[in-house]
């Protein structure tokens, strides 16, 4: 499939299950997932869905929830008071991939980082996806620079 007809749409609190499980749909979010809602779930998505620069979205097939991410436009004062737009958390379902899901969920956030007035889109990847880093790159992202985070959990 090249031309999914994906839906998508802002999403709702009875979809908070499905994100959980695609957020956990692979080696790595299999490993910092609790895979069921709980009342962290519940105050993060509060607090996504009560803040209009905070986007959550879902993409449907056949009314099934199949992909997912949060765009966020943070202001700055760098690039001139430029705003940016910031893509986290995208999945797309496992048995889904490289199905044009993902470029339509990108095109999406492109799209709506220009009616904002962003001048640029951003996203991390964490090192181990070498799959995702050759599909944001295809999709004309570029490696410009080096993230670095500092974990402020408690093993």
């Known amino acids: 499939m090249t031309d999914p007809k994906l839906s998508i749409r802002s999403a709702r609190q009875n979809d908070l299950?499905?994100?959980i499980a695609?957020?956990?749909d692979d080696d790595i979010?299999?490993?910092?997932?609790?895979?069921e809602p709980d009342d962290a779930y519940q105050t993060a998505f509060d607090t996504i869905q009560s803040d209009p620069n905070h986007v959550l979205?879902?993409?449907?097939?056949?009314?099934?929830?199949v992909?997912?991410?949060?765009l966020s436009?943070?202001?700055?004062?760098?690039?001139?008071?430029?705003?940016?737009?910031?893509?986290?958390?995208?999945?797309?379902?496992?048995?889904?991939?490289?199905?044009?899901i993902g470029q339509a969920m990108l095109d999406w956030s492109i799209a709506e980082a220009r009616k904002r007035g962003c001048a640029l889109v951003q996203l991390t990847s964490d090192?181990?996806?070498a799959d995702a880093h050759r599909f944001y790159e295809q999709a004309g992202f570029a490696p410009?620079?080096?993230?670095?985070?500092l974990s402020l959990e408690t093993p």
Do not use: C, N
């Open 17 to 19: 299950a499905a994100l």
């Open 29 to 35: 979010g299999v490993t910092r997932e609790a895979m």
């Open 144 to 149: 410009t620079h080096f993230g670095y985070k």
């Open 22 to 24: 695609l957020y956990g």
């Open 57 to 65: 979205v879902v993409g449907e097939l056949d009314a099934k929830i």
């Open 127 to 129: 090192r181990r996806r």
């Open 73 to 100: 436009f943070l202001p700055g004062l760098s690039r001139h008071g430029a705003w940016r737009a910031q893509i986290e958390a995208m999945r797309v379902s496992s048995d889904l991939r490289g199905q044009g």
């Open 67 to 70: 992909a997912t991410l949060l």
